[in-house]
């Protein structure tokens, strides 16, 4: 499974990004997730969608400002962040697997970095 991301970029404190996530080679049978890795810290669970029924889960740390989302026909889900803070800078890193610890993710895509200033 081969996952390639985009969309990162530097944006202010209370803008917008929208990261997109695209299964580019074989299937998934695993939800897609995103988790980032802020400098110095260990990469985190973000936020994950399954392909079928699109059921959502998200870190409390940004319920109510990021949304996940998928186009099954594209085979890409998108992470539309709202509100930016500065601690939400790092490396977005897309993911196919179960769970809410990078452990549980099998196939990464390439890191995409967010900068938030303040």
């Known amino acids: 499974v081969q996952l390639q991301a985009s969309g990162g970029g530097l944006v202010q404190a209370g803008g917008s990004l929208r990261l997109s996530c695209e299964v580019v080679?074989?299937?998934?049978?695993?939800?897609l997730g995103w988790l980032r890795q802020a400098p110095g810290k260990e990469r985190e669970f973000i936020a994950a969608?399954?392909?079928?029924?699109?059921?959502?889960h998200y870190a409390d740390s940004v319920k109510g400002r990021f949304a996940i989302s998928r186009d099954n026909a594209k085979n890409t889900i998108y992470l539309q962040m709202d509100s930016l803070k500065p601690e939400d800078t790092g490396v977005y890193y897309c993911?196919?697997?179960?769970?809410?610890?990078?452990?549980?993710?099998?196939?990464w895509g390439q890191g995409t970095q967010v900068t938030v200033s303040s």
């Open positions: 993911a196919a697997g179960l769970g809410y610890s990078a452990d549980d993710y099998h196939y």
């Open positions: 080679s074989g299937f998934s049978q695993y939800p």
């Open positions: 969608i399954t392909w079928q029924g699109g059921i959502t």
